[in-house]
């Protein structure tokens, strides 16, 4: 099933915050992030295990609740570049990755 | 380490047709997944393919049918094209499969049916 993200588009200056969320209703063993920017491809960002471990190549933080089958992305002193769409991912019940329908970020200076 | 690739970038087809997109993985990997992107419905799995092998499934017809070559390169088919195929299809690879690794995409085939 289809992970459920919110907000659906948020609007910040630079230098704010934002939090992005992902739920499911299903029992979750990792979640993924991503982020697109308009005309490009998904660039992965992080991926979060059940059990804590974490892996990611961005100085982004993200928090994986395994009780409530929730994820959150923080974005912390946004940048300019930040901008894009972020999507979600959660293991489907064949071992493929279901992608959340996005949330867009617009930056502003 | 040179990226994924897609081609063609651009395809117009007419319906009814039918169209093969290829999409050719990182060097190593042996996962390579495909999805359909539209504007609003974010990434729709299509199937992955591990070694040749389709592993893994959405939820589309048989008119999606896609296969993968012994150096990991894969083709996504689409047959007996409708105006709803128009789309971005996007492939991306991975070492061992979707859930426990990252992706890298490719930079995606954008399909239009008229």
């Known amino acids: 099933q289809q992970p459920v993200q919110s907000p659906q588009a948020v609007i910040l200056r630079e230098g704010e915050d934002a939090v992005i969320n992902c739920s499911s209703s299903?029992?979750?063993?990792?979640v993924h992030w991503y982020r697109q920017k308009h005309g490009e491809a998904p660039v992965f960002l992080m991926i979060?295990?059940?059990?804590?471990e974490q892996k990611g190549h961005e100085k982004i933080s993200a928090s994986f609740n395994e009780k409530k089958q929730q994820s959150s992305l923080y974005l912390t002193a946004s940048q300019l570049s930040y901008s894009g769409t972020y999507f979600c991912?959660?293991?489907?019940?064949?071992?493929?990755?279901?992608f959340g329908k996005g949330t867009k970020l617009s930056v502003k200076p | 380490k040179a990226g994924v690739t897609q081609t063609p970038r651009y395809l117009i087809k007419t319906r009814g047709q039918q169209v093969t997109l290829s999409c050719s993985p990182i060097s190593g990997h042996r996962s390579v997944s495909w999805y359909q992107q539209t504007p609003g419905q974010g990434l729709q799995f299509l199937f992955e393919?591990?070694?040749?092998?389709?592993?893994n499934k959405g939820n589309f017809p048989g008119r999606f049918s896609g296969r993968q070559f012994s150096n990991s390169r894969s083709e996504m088919n689409v047959s007996t094209l409708e105006l709803g195929d128009s789309a971005l299809y996007l492939c991306a690879s991975s070492l061992g499969g979707q859930g426990r690794d990252e992706q890298f995409f490719g930079p995606g085939t954008r399909l239009t049916v008229l």
């Open positions: 991912g959660t293991d489907g019940s064949q071992g493929n990755l279901i």
């Open positions: 393919y591990f070694s040749e092998t389709q592993r």
């Open positions: 299903k029992a979750l063993y990792s």
């Open positions: 979060l295990l059940k059990g804590g």
